[in-house]
């Protein structure tokens, strides 16, 4: 019995039944429109005036609806209220305007069955339950007795009048398991009607590597900037500190570098934040690092840090294209801030930059620490940065041993991935 009462009226079933008389509502003004072209074919003039010209302005106003059906912001409407009141998962319903000539059919067999089921609904929910209830209290009030109401003279048996409650209960489970059936299979009918086609799920499955793309590099960006700042900031403050007594200027000197990093941090920092503004339509605050405008700065707070950098630029880095230049700083201050981290101070270190025909190589050598160094928690992730930077590019990297030294070996395309700068 329990389970009975759960199918014509739980929680599930009666949100159902709003999205029904929801459609019901919706399918008034078309009715009305229809009212109004199949007047004058009956002879009475009202709206509604008989039971045939109501199923008249029904008929001639579903296809109305249909019409309407077809501009862009039915779907998403319809999903929404699919989603809100009809219990049906999120995953097999499409977001947005519907794309092809077959979804818009879809779109509008949906739209004209939500209006159809919900008018009918909509008319049984309010003709039955004030007639039920007559019947219901017919047997309990005298003075609904003899056909005061309209009721048919047949009730007026004795007999018929006892058996008007359970009519009156059936027609209101009637009612009840109406709406459930109407629900239920509008319900089934959504994910078919209303779901994603090949080109929506191929369009969501842009929009989640597009997502994934700036979220990637956004961890890159705070990864070099950010790692690298605290890397040299730490061996810098280490070296003042065992300094400080003896070497008064060096400590200056550390101090200096320190503080200039900090402040060169907070505006990479904007930068790479900027990336988030970028992908929000908004414009960036800060301009990214640059091998032109940038890399002698590198240098330096990278040679305060400890490092001994040798480094050698054959080639001119205002020559260097702006996405191609923006990496390769990237990737060059990755370099280093590994050298840094696990070859220590005094770690020198050679680098060249230079163009081999339509390609800029990036080539960075330390040697190789006594003892390898112990793992650290959450490192690991400058080298897959570089290669992923590398690879965007439609470029190449390398890192390993090579004779004793720790190399890192870039090659990245002037022009840019297939041929754009």
């Known amino acids: 019995m329990r389970a009975l009462a759960s199918a014509l009226f739980g929680r599930r079933v009666r949100r159902r039944w709003?999205?029904?008389?929801?459609?019901?509502?919706?399918?008034?003004p078309y009715v009305f429109v229809g009212s109004v072209i199949v007047g004058p074919l009956f002879e009475d003039a009202r709206i509604f005036g008989s039971f045939g010209s109501q199923l008249a302005s029904f008929a001639v106003g579903l296809p109305l609806a249909a019409v309407t059906a077809l501009f862009p912001l039915t779907r998403p409407m319809s999903v929404a209220a699919v989603r809100a009141l009809c219990a049906v998962p999120d995953e097999s319903l499409a977001d947005g305007p519907a794309r092809s000539r077959a979804a818009?059919?879809?779109?509008?067999a949906w739209f004209t069955l939500h209006l159809g089921l919900g008018g009918i609904v909509s008319g049984m929910s309010l003709a039955l339950p004030p007639f039920a209830g007559v019947l219901i209290t017919l047997p309990f009030v005298a003075?609904?007795?003899?056909?005061?109401?309209?009721?048919?003279?047949?009730?007026?048996?004795?007999?018929l009048v006892a058996l008007a409650p359970v009519v009156g209960l059936a027609l209101l489970a009637a009612l009840a398991a109406?709406?459930?059936?109407?629900?239920?299979?509008?319900?089934?009918?959504?994910?078919?009607?209303?779901?994603?086609?090949?080109?929506?799920?191929?369009?969501?499955a842009e929009q989640r590597a597009a997502d994934l793309a700036v979220r990637n590099r956004l961890a890159r960006e705070l990864h070099d900037s950010v790692g690298h700042a605290l890397s040299a900031v730490t061996l810098q403050a280490s070296a003042a500190r065992r300094v400080l007594d003896h070497d008064v200027e060096f400590a200056r000197q550390a101090l200096a570098a320190i503080e200039d990093t900090a402040r060169r941090t907070v505006g990479e920092l904007d930068a790479v934040l900027g990336v988030l503004r970028e992908a929000d339509g908004a414009r960036p605050t800060a301009p990214a690092p640059?091998?032109?405008?940038?890399?002698?700065?590198?240098?330096?707070?990278?040679?305060?840090?400890?490092?001994?950098?040798?480094?050698?630029?054959?080639?001119?880095?205002?020559?260097?294209?702006?996405?191609?230049?923006?990496?390769?700083?990237?990737?060059?201050?990755?370099?280093?801030?590994?050298?840094?981290?696990?070859?220590?101070?005094d770690t020198p270190v050679t680098l060249r930059i230079?163009?081999?025909?339509?390609?800029?190589?990036?080539?960075?050598?330390?040697?190789?620490?006594?003892?390898?160094?112990?793992?650290?928690?959450?490192?690991?992730?400058?080298?897959?940065?570089?290669?992923?930077?590398?690879?965007?590019?439609?470029?190449?990297?390398?890192?390993?041993?090579?004779?004793?030294?720790?190399?890192?070996?870039?090659?990245?395309p002037l022009q840019g991935p297939k041929g754009q700068p």
């Open 18 to 28: 709003i999205h029904l008389i929801l459609g019901g509502a919706l399918a008034m």
């Open 104 to 108: 818009r059919g879809r779109t509008v």
């Open 143 to 159: 003075v609904l007795h003899g056909g005061r109401v309209g009721l048919p003279e047949v009730f007026g048996e004795p007999w």
């Open 178 to 204: 109406c709406a459930a059936t109407a629900g239920g299979l509008l319900a089934r009918w959504a994910p078919a009607l209303l779901g994603p086609t090949p080109a929506d799920r191929l369009a969501a």
């Open 290 to 345: 640059t091998l032109a405008a940038d890399l002698d700065g590198l240098l330096s707070r990278t040679g305060a840090g400890g490092l001994r950098v040798s480094s050698a630029v054959d080639v001119d880095p205002a020559s260097v294209p702006p996405l191609v230049s923006r990496e390769a700083y990237r990737i060059v201050q990755e370099a280093l801030s590994n050298a840094l981290r696990h070859g220590g101070e």
């Open 354 to 412: 230079a163009r081999d025909g339509a390609d800029l190589t990036v080539t960075a050598e330390n040697p190789l620490p006594p003892r390898a160094a112990p793992a650290r928690p959450g490192g690991g992730h400058g080298l897959r940065g570089i290669a992923d930077r590398a690879r965007l590019l439609g470029g190449t990297s390398r890192a390993g041993p090579a004779q004793g030294t720790w190399r890192v070996d870039v090659r990245l």
